[in-house]
Nanobody, 126 residues
Framework: VQLVESGGGLVQPGGSLRLSCTTS?????????IGWFRQAPGKEREGVSC????????IYVDSVKGRFTMSSDNAKKTVYLQMDSLKPEDTGVYYC???????????????????WGQGTQVTVSA
């Protein structure tokens, strides 16, 4: 299983970025949960959003609701995180991760990823 993130960078507050996570090594048509996590300097890693492949439902952490949108392109086996109205507190390394052992979850905390990408840096600063 491989997860490759891209799309990070430096952006001013209020700006936008779109992260991509291209996957391989597992069947994208199967049921699984895939998500985005982030880790800011000196802080623990936190779940940002996830999609349950079984029904396409998405979950977001409260701090990004209304600003971030997660989507997937099944043909490209890729998931995206559109980040708008970015704030300095969104700064961190963003990781894509997949849990192949569950079909659906009701909270990001239930996700136990078995595979992680290498991460992409997002810096929000003036």
């Amino acid at each position: 299983v491989q997860l490759v993130e891209s799309g990070g960078g430096l952006v001013q507050p209020g700006g936008s970025l779109r992260l991509s996570c291209t996957t391989s090594g597992f069947t994208f048509d199967d049921n699984f949960v895939i998500g985005w996590f982030r880790q800011a300097p000196g802080k623990e890693r936190e779940g940002v959003s996830c999609i349950s492949r079984s029904d396409g439902s998405t979950i977001y952490v409260d701090s990004v609701k209304g600003r971030f949108t997660m989507s997937s392109d099944n043909a490209k086996k890729t998931v995206y995180l559109q980040m708008d109205s970015l704030k300095p507190e969104d700064t961190g390394v963003y990781y894509c991760a997949v849990d192949l052992d569950v079909r659906w979850i009701r909270a990001i905390a239930q996700m136990l990823p078995g595979y992680w990408g290498q991460g992409t840096q997002v810096t929000v600063s003036a």
